[in-house]
């Protein structure tokens, strides 16, 4: 090896080290190790001491280890091999009293630990029902007669109780910024609870710890951390049916719109006003982590200078393949339990669990070929003309354009 390459490996090595040690000493936003609620606190103060008490046993063990080098080492004049010895049973005394003193230390807070993690919930709590689908979250407050999907509200100083439980497979429920995370078991209910007391106004990213399938890392979700003044405001809005209603449709309008190959009727009623006080955590304070960045699939070409109709937009997807899946409060015909309940789903961040920001363009691309857009998504491919990676064909029935621009634009109302 030349010699002036030593220091130059060296000094790499240096590096590489240094940047290891600086990268672990940055918070995570994603990390377990914040203080905002009870559950993240009692876990941390755990792992510390489990951190603390191993690092000591570490040291201890090495200085032993060395000290048994140093002083049994070989010397000129001695023999190579040693005196041989019974035992000490002073020795052994200590080498059994030791360690158990030292998983006592250890277990009584961890014991601790489970039991006051494992326990129920205050009386006060707020009771949130989630269930996992693959791959998106649902979520229900039963006692505010409330349906939400990949987004949940909560009121800071209160604790709120999960109740989680699966609609097909395994998933796993985890907020690592508030709380820890907990399996949703087929046939069984598990929960977990914790307060967010020790946080401001903020959002935070969930997701599904569990594998569950071809989409599991995409299925994601956003915890919104408010005010009790604003999560009142929110559920005030979100208990009541969407700001816009769609008018009911004449027979023969019902009839058009169904037919996906031609263009609605149009309706000559006018969109609502929306509601004052549409209430949801502002876009513009959500940390950049919690923003989605995934691109649009290249391979999807999507038109939106098309202005949509938003009366139009009502009748497509209350007399179109969106009814059997979808709820609308309100609505006669969309009260389908497959996939979100879309009544307020323009005060959403966030669409396909998390994955796409909740917008003009990106609900385009979603309606027109969302298993494109999420590799196992469930939801057919509504675009005409469109390649479905499920099924392996092109849609010979579906929307054109400007029905999709106009279903975008009716989504868009219901807030």
Partial sequence: MPADSRPRRFTAALTVALTLLLAGCVQNPNSVFHSRTEFNRDVDGLFMLLIYVGTAVFIFTELLLLYAIWRYRHKPGTPRQPKQVHGNTKLEILWTVIPAVVLAIIAVPTVRTIFKTQAEAPA?????????????????YPQYDIVTANEIYMPIGRPVNFHLTTADVVHSFWVPALG???????NRTNYLWFTPDSTAEDAFNGFCAEYCGTSH??????????????????????????AYSAPMPSAAAAAAAA????????????PAPLQA??????RERMPAYTVPQTPIPASLAIDTTLTGDVARGAQLVAFGTCLGC?????????????GPDLTHVASRHTIGAGLFPNDRKHLTAWIKNSRTM??????????????DPFLKTTVGVGLNDQQIADIVAYLQALK
């Fill in 124 to 140: 006060n709590a707020l009771q949130v029902e989630v269930i996992g689908h693959q791959w998106w979250w649902e979520f229900r």
């Fill in 180 to 186: 820890g995370k907990r399996d949703l078991v087929n």
């Fill in 217 to 242: 890392a995409n299925m994601r979700f956003r915890a919104f951390a408010v005010s009790p003044e604003n999560f009142d405001a929110w559920v005030a809005q979100q208990s009541g049916p969407p």
């Fill in 259 to 270: 037919a996906a190959a031609q263009p609605a009727t149009a309706s000559a009623a006018q």
């Fill in 277 to 282: 006080g549409v209430v949801a955590f502002p």
């Fill in 326 to 338: 979808h709820t609308v409060k309100g609505s006669a015909t969309l009260i389908g339990k497959i």
């Fill in 374 to 387: 999420k590799p196992g998504n469930l939801m057919p491919t509504l675009g005409i003309g469109q390649y």
